[in-house]
């Protein structure tokens, strides 16, 4: 008898458990309408928390169960690279080790740039659909491979690119560089060379305060498990619940950590020496400056191995005009501080190309190929792209790269054979 009343109460518990959640979830699910109507509509909020994912690479990529880890640690040559164990042994994202060996038939492409260029090699290693595309448009002959080389670092910009290049050149039959956004807004400290690399200021003259960098870890660890937990178990992406206090918790823990990073690099800014007077905009002129120089030197270095550069400056939502922003991409755009100061330094770097490009020179502007697309193909209002941007982009990419090197071949500057036809006079 005491067992039967037992059962009727942990029933009548388990019930009012239900109703509790069930009302709970209700009345999350109408907030959720109130506060973020941009919500995905469905029974499971997971593709919210994938395009949470997609732009903010970092934390997915060192969160695991260990929490953030910090995404780049400091290289003697190249000043920063990915921290184990994302890297290979030179610290590049690729599941290649450096330098690469060839095989037979294989047509090896090295990919230079920022973190547009690393998602983009990331899209053709993770996609087989954007490689087999790529390959497509590329046509190469029978029982040729095109391997696509991680040479890319986000974040990354000149003279740095061109130090990658320098010491990888021999391994490679083509090189892709695909960059412009970290040359026009770089993240050099102001009070240290524009030659050197992003980041240096953190990764290289830390505080001797530990305590800012420890309470980053705090914010950031737990922005990778509140990111991890609804991914890694889909039953909790159902709960209108978890996703509210997501929506509200995770944006105000990220704005937490990137005020305590901003203190911590200005202190440890201060061991280096004093802040400099220059302005924003002699610096934006320092850095094109930079971009120009690297950017013939890096294809002067590749052509003495006999690698043309394809040398592609990159698409940004920060050039107005560039595209019909969709309604998200506008949202994300109101969003980005001075955009008019951005704009001009992009159209700096597009007069810069037209300067670069010459006779047998291949410098290419990307900055309008979405100029006809009023699909969103940007996941930030930055310049970072989704699966339709990368898409896109591998299209014209391998279009203009297919019309040159079947120009190149009777030059014998491409190994004879590649693609499957010889070029027509």
Same mark, same amino acid.
């Not at 039967?4 to 942990?10: A, D, L, M, N, P």
């Not at 802040?275 to 890096?298: A, I, V």
């Not at 001075?338 to 006779?359: C, E, H, I, T, W």
């Not at 699966?387 to 982009?393: E, T």
């Given at each position: 008898?005491?067992?039967?009343?037992?059962?009727?109460?942990?029933?009548?518990?388990?019930?009012?458990?239900?109703?509790?959640? #069930?009302?709970?979830?209700?009345?999350?699910?109408?907030?959720?309408?109130?506060?973020?109507?941009?919500?995905?509509?469905?029974?499971?909020?997971?593709?919210?928390?994938?395009?949470?994912?997609?732009?903010?690479?970092?934390?997915?990529?060192?969160?695991?169960?260990?929490?953030?880890?910090?995404?780049?640690?400091?290289?003697? @040559?190249?000043?920063?690279?990915?921290?184990?164990?994302?890297?290979?042994?030179?610290?590049?994202?690729?599941?290649?080790?450096?330098?690469?060996?060839?095989?037979?038939?294989?047509?090896?492409?090295?990919?230079?740039? &920022?973190?547009?260029?690393? &998602?983009?090699?990331?899209?053709?290693?993770?996609?087989?659909?954007?490689?087999?595309?790529?390959?497509?448009?590329?046509?190469?002959?029978?029982?040729?491979?095109?391997?696509?080389?991680?040479?890319?670092?986000?974040?990354?910009?000149?003279?740095?690119?061109?130090?990658?290049?320098?010491?990888?050149?021999?391994?490679?039959?083509?090189?892709?560089?695909?960059?412009?956004?970290?040359?026009?807004?770089?993240?050099?400290?102001?009070? #240290?060379?524009?030659?050197?690399?992003? #980041?240096?200021?953190?990764?290289?003259?830390?505080?001797?305060?530990?305590?800012?960098?420890?309470?980053?870890?705090?914010?950031?660890?737990?922005?990778?498990?509140?990111?991890?937990?609804?991914?890694?178990?889909?039953?909790?992406?159902?709960?209108?619940?978890?996703?509210?206090?997501?929506?509200? @918790?995770?944006?105000?823990?990220?704005?937490?950590?990137?005020?305590?990073?901003?203190?911590?690099?200005?202190?440890?800014?201060?061991?280096?020496?004093?802040?400099?007077?220059?302005?924003?905009?002699?610096?934006?002129?320092?850095?094109?400056?930079?971009?120009?120089?690297?950017?013939?030197?890096?294809?002067?270095?590749?052509?003495?191995?006999?690698?043309?550069?394809?040398?592609?400056?990159?698409?940004?939502?920060?050039?107005?005009?560039?595209?019909?922003?969709?309604?998200?991409?506008?949202?994300?755009?109101?969003?980005?501080?001075?955009?008019? #100061?951005?704009?001009?330094?992009?159209?700096?770097?597009?007069?810069?190309?037209?300067?670069?490009?010459?006779?047998?020179?291949?410098?290419?502007?990307?900055?309008?190929?979405?100029?006809?697309?009023?699909?969103?193909?940007?996941?930030?209002?930055?310049?970072?792209?989704?699966?339709?941007?990368?898409?896109?982009?591998?299209?014209?990419?391998?279009?203009?790269?297919?019309?040159?090197?079947?120009?190149?071949?009777?030059?014998?500057?491409?190994?004879?054979?590649?693609?499957?036809?010889?070029?027509?006079?």
């Amino acid at each position: 008898m005491l067992s039967q009343r037992r059962r009727k109460e942990w029933a009548f518990r388990a019930l009012a458990f239900l109703l509790a959640v #069930l009302v709970v979830e209700t009345a999350s699910r109408a907030a959720i309408r109130v506060l973020e109507p941009d919500a995905p509509r469905g029974a499971s909020y997971l593709p919210g928390y994938e395009e949470c994912a997609a732009a903010n690479p970092n934390l997915v990529k060192l969160s695991k169960d260990s929490g953030y880890q910090g995404y780049q640690i400091a290289h003697p @040559l190249w000043g920063f690279q990915v921290a184990p164990p994302e890297s290979n042994n030179y610290g590049f994202e690729s599941r290649h080790p450096f330098p690469y060996k060839k095989g037979p038939k294989e047509f090896v492409i090295g990919i230079f740039g &920022g973190s547009v260029a690393n &998602g983009f090699a990331a899209s053709l290693d993770r996609d087989p659909r954007l490689a087999e595309e790529f390959q497509r448009t590329l046509r190469p002959g029978s029982g040729w491979r095109l391997v696509f080389l991680n040479m890319s670092e986000p974040a990354m910009k000149q003279p740095q690119q061109f130090m990658v290049a320098a010491n990888f050149a021999e391994t490679l039959d083509c090189a892709i560089t695909l960059d412009g956004f970290n040359d026009v807004l770089g993240l050099t400290h102001v009070d #240290l060379p524009e030659e050197y690399p992003t #980041l240096t200021g953190g990764l290289y003259f830390r505080p001797r305060d530990r305590g800012l960098e420890s309470r980053i870890y705090s914010l950031r660890s737990a922005q990778a498990r509140l990111l991890g937990l609804p991914r890694r178990w889909p039953l909790i992406s159902l709960s209108s619940t978890y996703y509210l206090v997501f929506s509200r @918790l995770f944006p105000y823990l990220g704005n937490r950590a990137s005020l305590l990073d901003s203190e911590r690099i200005y202190r440890s800014a201060l061991t280096v020496g004093r802040l400099n007077s220059r302005s924003l905009e002699e610096r934006h002129e320092r850095r094109r400056t930079l971009w120009e120089k690297y950017s013939r030197l890096q294809t002067l270095v590749l052509a003495s191995y006999g690698v043309p550069n394809f040398h592609f400056l990159q698409p940004s939502a920060h050039l107005e005009g560039s595209k019909p922003f969709s309604a998200d991409e506008a949202k994300m755009r109101a969003g980005i501080g001075d955009l008019a #100061l951005a704009d001009k330094g992009y159209q700096d770097l597009v007069a810069a190309m037209s300067r670069l490009s010459g006779k047998g020179r291949l410098e290419y502007d990307l900055t309008r190929i979405f100029s006809a697309t009023r699909d969103t193909v940007y996941i930030d209002g930055h310049c970072h792209l989704n699966d339709l941007g990368n898409r896109l982009m591998a299209r014209a990419m391998a279009e203009k790269m297919r019309e040159v090197l079947r120009r190149r071949l009777r030059e014998g500057m491409v190994r004879m054979g590649m693609l499957d036809e010889a070029p027509r006079d």
